[in-house]
């Protein structure tokens, strides 16, 4: 038997952007423990904007389980929240949305680092040389000298995790970065998404650094040269039906789905999207809904791969930003799906 450090995770009720809270309860095991062996848990909802301070309990569920290699006999628990009678509570997103092992979702998270209440290299006061070297730069005048170490230490926590992170850049801004996440199935998608944004939140802490997860930090001055990128969460997916069988009918149908459900999709891509989706930037304006084939500028972004194949293979919703809860943002990409019949 050993004694594991159980880390419950769940989301906040704060809007409208959650935060990740968690925290360790010690359980004995004979090796590491299966979801089924973790038991539901609970805190006080009135400390999270989750309940009122007189029937406070809020209850863990635990949804997914995660090694946890920073610590010895670590396990991270991702959890759903409900109130005690047993109704999810307001907060639990994942408890709302669609599911299908079959759909598969690629996030690729934007993120800035912080430092000092501004982006990881910005001078004080100031502004560091406009953007144009730092996207995928390397040295030390473009990404500093410590964020590629927490980079790689998040790759590693990750891939020790079992979390499917497919890979990692430096961004167009500077302080700016990107992992992208895959997974199969809306919930385990997110899930991992989740874990993976928690792991770069604690792992940052060490060095005095935050993550900034908002779409639009650096608003001022709004001019050129120094108009600096959002953040973004582009949402890559795919079903069964649009791998194997696909088409350019099934395709254009699909687009009219995602055309007409505009404002559904936007309302859950991540608050303050307006500021990031202005049409500059390879961003779609917020109102207009648009697809083209290797178009950084419209909603959907169709890769040449999916048109040579006989539009067969994943589209990219270029619209969700950095701040979006991927399971909303899954979830009615699914239902949007769900709606087009495949004949
Ligand atoms: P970009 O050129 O937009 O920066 P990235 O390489 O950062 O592209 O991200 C591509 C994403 O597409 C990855 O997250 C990957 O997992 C995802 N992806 C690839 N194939 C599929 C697929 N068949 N279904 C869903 N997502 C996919
Ligand atoms: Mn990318
Ligand atoms: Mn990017
Ligand atoms: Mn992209």
Redesign the pocket.
Known sequence: MAKYKLEYIWLDGYTPLASLRSKTQIKEYASFPALTDLPAWGFDGSSTQQAEGKSSDIVLKPVAVFPDSTRKNGVLVMCECFQHTGVASPSNSRATIPDDPDT?????QEYFFYKDGRPLGFPEGGYPAPQGPYYTGVGYKNVGCVAREIVEKHIDICLDAGINL??INAEVAKGQW?F???GKGSKSAADQMWVARYILTRLAETYGIDIEWRCKPILAPFQQPLDWNGSGM?A???TKFM?ETGGKEYFEKLMEAFSKNCSEHIAVYGPENHLRLTGLHETQSIDKFSYGVADRGASIRVPHSFVNSGYK??L?DRRPNSAADPYLVAGRILKTIQSVPTK
């Open positions: 598969w979702f690629g996030f690729e497919e890979g990107e992208q996440i895959f582009h890559n997916f795919s791998r293979g994943y990219e």
